[in-house]
């Protein structure tokens, strides 16, 4: 059994992720914001978080952490011009600057471990680059950097990895996917002609925190139904 931290577990890709990892035997310490599950049949326990907070206690996690997979993002979708300076610092804060403090506030715990293992999110936006994205693409672009140099700062002992999804049905999309109509016309923008789901992303972040990823290390996984390198 190995002990897993997801910042961001009450919804969407955290929520299905802490499902796979708990159903799996490992023990899932989650954490949420402003969404809380009260399911009583939550598969992990979830505690308050605030990344933006001056100062943050992890003090419920255990002595040692074989794995970290942070999920908060946001999806604000607008033209260039009407992005203020203020939009892009929030952005940074909430996307970066919240995975870095939460990485050096359990990289102690990480190093304890053989297994150590982090997993961060992009989108494929940075890869292919897609109108109104630029605001999200600016902060993901820094991600893919902090995740390479990471994992090159921290080889042998942890690896760190990046998924880079393209939409994906989760809360965070609602409003890009909240009739049939908007569903269908994304799903046929990809090749595989469907939008993601929190299965297909959960499952390759089990994956990357798994000893079966142990000679994967420093890669920006696209999973994101073949449209950031197929033209169909």
């Known amino acids: ?16 992720t802490a499902e796979f990892l708990k159903k799996s ?19 992990s326990d ?7 907070a001056n100062n943050f206690s992890l003090d419920f996690l255990p002595d040692q952490l074989d794995g ?22 929030n952005d940074y804060k ?45 902060s993901k672009g820094a991600i893919e950097g902090l995740t390479r140099a990471l994992a090159a700062e921290y080889a042998p002992k942890i690896r760190v990895n990046c998924v880079a999804p393209s939409l994906t049905d989760t809360p965070l999309a609602f409003s890009l996917l909240n009739t049939e109509q908007k569903k269908e016309a994304n799903a046929q923008r990809h090749p595989l002609k469907r939008i993601g789901t929190t299965d297909d992303i959960a499952n390759i972040v089990e994956f990357l925190v798994s000893s079966k990823a142990s000679w994967i290390t420093g890669q920006i996984i696209h999973v994101d139904g073949g449209i950031s390198t197929l033209k169909t």
Do not use: W
């Open 46 to 52: 979830l505690f308050h978080l605030d990344v933006l």
């Open 68 to 89: 970290l997979i942070y999920c908060p993002g946001s999806i604000n979708l607008r033209p260039f011009e009407r992005l203020k300076e203020e939009d892009f610092l």
């Open 94 to 138: 909430l996307q970066v600057l919240g995975a870095i403090k939460s990485i050096q506030a359990v990289i102690s715990r990480l190093k304890k471990s053989e297994i150590g293992s982090i997993v961060l999110f992009s989108t494929v936006a940075v890869q292919v680059g897609l109108s109104f994205h630029t605001q999200v693409s600016t």
């Open 1 to 16: 059994m190995s002990n897993y931290l997801i910042i961001g577990a009450s919804s969407g890709i955290g929520k299905k």
């Open 25 to 43: 035997g490992h023990q899932v310490f989650g954490t949420y914001n402003k969404t809380q599950n009260t399911n009583e049949d939550e598969p």
